[in-house]
């Protein structure tokens, strides 16, 4: 069965500092996947997806951005990070054309202090 | 570019009340919309979705309809729990290509015993 993996669940880093988040599937091939946002009480925001390695499309201009760098592997990254960037980062995957919906990580708390 | 409105915000209903979630969309491209689950904390996960070749569906307590004409559907709980209390969030897309998800703001539902 198709897993996701996300990691770390919670980070508080200084403002400045770099950041790494990562994300894996597992059990899949070839999946479309997404980075969103999600800010303190408000709604998703889609930040960058992708539909295959190497190729990272950006939604929203801003401080982050995106790698691919295996099949089932995203990254989303900041060479520094700011205090508006605190927030819960969800990682997404599905594949093309099925008949099922996304399915999201159990997402990452980063506080930025 | 694709863009979801949901109400209420919030709505909080006895247990066994009925609850209705409301969204618009308005892309007319927009051919998938699913409906998500957030509790405290977690990802989204999927709980029903329906395509536009579909007018309703239905899974146990939960509904969903669909009205392409004026561009907007409803999520619908029957007998409702206090474990449906939960923020949930309406989605559209286009199936096919990067089949990014864009997202309504959240509805907080509190169902109280």
């Known amino acids: 069965s198709q897993t996701i993996h996300q990691w770390p669940a919670t980070l508080v880093q200084p403002v400045g500092s770099p950041l790494s988040l990562e994300c894996t599937v597992e059990?899949?091939?070839?999946?479309?996947l997404y980075w969103y946002r999600q800010a303190a009480g408000r709604g998703l925001q889609l930040l960058f997806y992708?539909?295959?390695?190497?190729?990272i499309s950006s939604e929203v201009p801003q401080n982050l951005s995106a790698s691919r760098p295996q099949d089932r592997q995203f990254i989303l990254s900041s060479k520094k990070l700011l205090l508006s960037d605190s927030g819960f980062y969800l990682c997404?995957?599905?594949?093309?054309?099925?008949?099922?919906?996304?399915?999201f990580g159990s997402g990452t708390r980063l506080t930025v202090v | 570019g694709e863009n979801v409105e949901q109400h209420p915000s919030t709505l909080s209903v006895q247990e066994g009340d009925s609850a209705v979630i409301k969204c618009t969309y308005s892309?007319?491209?927009?051919?998938?919309f699913p409906w998500y689950k957030q509790e405290l904390g977690k990802g989204p996960q999927l709980i029903i979705d329906?395509?536009?070749?579909?007018g309703e569906k239905k899974d146990q307590r939960i509904a969903v309809t669909l009205n392409k004409t004026a561009k907007h559907f409803s999520l619908h709980i029957t007998e409702t729990q206090p474990e449906d209390s939960a923020v949930y969030f309406c989605?559209?897309?286009?199936?096919?290509?990067?089949?990014?998800?864009?997202f309504g703001k959240g509805m907080k539902l509190t169902v109280n015993p």
């Open positions: 992708s539909v295959g390695i190497g190729q």
């Open positions: 997404a995957w599905r594949i093309q054309g099925s008949p099922y919906g996304y399915t």
């Open positions: 989605a559209a897309s286009i199936q096919g290509g990067s089949e990014k998800l864009v």
């Open positions: 329906i395509r536009s070749n579909v």
């Open positions: 059990g899949t091939s070839n999946p479309n």
């Open positions: 892309d007319s491209a927009s051919n998938y």
